[in-house]
Nanobody, 120 residues
Framework: QLQLVESGGGLVQPGGSLRLSCAAS????????ITWFRQVPGKEREAIAC????????DYAPSLKGRFTISRDNAEKTVYLRINSLKSDDTAIYYC?????????????WGQGTQVTVSA
């Protein structure tokens, strides 16, 4: 059974850092692209960054590039999202999603999400 499980969210102070994890199971790891999204209630879901396991290529939303870093651990079948210099605007539910091969927003599989709250 295909599964994506996010973890690592929580309450963080402004200016802090966080690393989110997306653990995958139940599908072929090597031919998937994993994208991190976030969503604030009442707003559209926003793509943050994507990593293709086919060739290791990455793609970032231009407005978010710089504070966000996507990486992977192939042995653990996990994709990470590191967020630096957290701001209150980063408060959202963060999701990872998967599709075949290369990065684009037409993803097929979703995780349940992990809440990130940035507050003093």
């Amino acid at each position: 059974q295909l599964q994506l499980v996010e973890s690592g969210g929580g309450l963080v102070q402004p200016g802090g850092s966080l690393r989110l994890s997306c653990a995958a199971s139940g599908f072929t790891w090597d031919d998937k692209a994993i994208t991190w999204f976030r969503q604030v209630p009442g707003k559209e879901r926003e793509a943050i960054a994507c990593l293709s396991n086919v060739d290791g290529s990455t793609d970032y939303a231009p407005s978010l590039k710089g504070r966000f870093t996507i990486s992977r651990d192939n042995a653990e079948k996990t994709v990470y999202l590191r967020i630096n210099s957290l701001k209150s605007d980063d408060t959202a539910i963060y999701y990872c999603a998967a599709k075949d091969y290369y990065c684009s927003n037409d993803v097929r599989y979703w995780g349940q999400g992990t809440q990130v709250t940035v507050s003093a």
